[in-house]
């Protein structure tokens, strides 16, 4: 029971490879509610950085690996910087490569969703289970150095 409960406030989630129940994020306390409140004040600063990083990012690797289209209707905050690569074994070449800089980019869109053992009607979904086996989120917030960034980009530059 003690486990479920784990997975219920951590989206279901039980580690990178996993997510065997259903679950929501409910981390978020009344300090953290506080927090969120001020940095209001400063969000066009926060945002302005982060849109500086993305920029970072899509200028150079654009050409090295397949960024997602975006809507051009739609408001961007710079959440996430995920990126496109040729098959799952390369992903993992560029994780463990990265991993092993102390940088650490997550596969927030795995596993597809069809393959979680809750999901009912049971259906199998072929693109989805490509696209999520290709793609990684890159660090991404607003205090990321452009060196750093540099470190990132050459990373995967040599490996793709």
């Known amino acids: 029971m003690v486990q479920k409960a784990r997975y219920l406030i951590n989206f279901g989630i039980e580690n990178a490879e996993s997510i065997p ?13 506080a927090m969120g409140l001020c940095m ?8 302005s950085k982060r849109k500086e990083v993305y920029e970072r990012y899509e200028k150079v690797l654009k050409d090295v690996v397949t960024l997602p289209k975006h809507n051009d209707y739609n408001t961007r905050n710079y959440g996430y910087f995920p990126i496109i690569l040729k098959d799952e074994t390369t992903l993992k070449k560029v994780q463990k490569a990265l991993s092993e800089e102390g940088i650490f980019p997550r596969r927030y869109f795995y596993p597809s969703l069809d393959t979680l053992g809750y999901i009912e009607p049971k259906q199998y979904m072929p693109l989805s289970r490509d696209m999520s086996s290709r793609i990684l989120a ?23």
């Open 138 to 160: 890159l660090p991404m917030y607003s205090e990321l150095s452009e060196q750093d960034q540099i470190k990132i980009i050459e990373i995967i530059k040599g490996i793709v």
């Open 21 to 33: 129940e259903l679950g929501t994020n409910a981390k978020m306390n009344e300090f953290e509610a």
């Open 40 to 47: 209001l004040d400063e969000i066009k600063v926060v945002l």
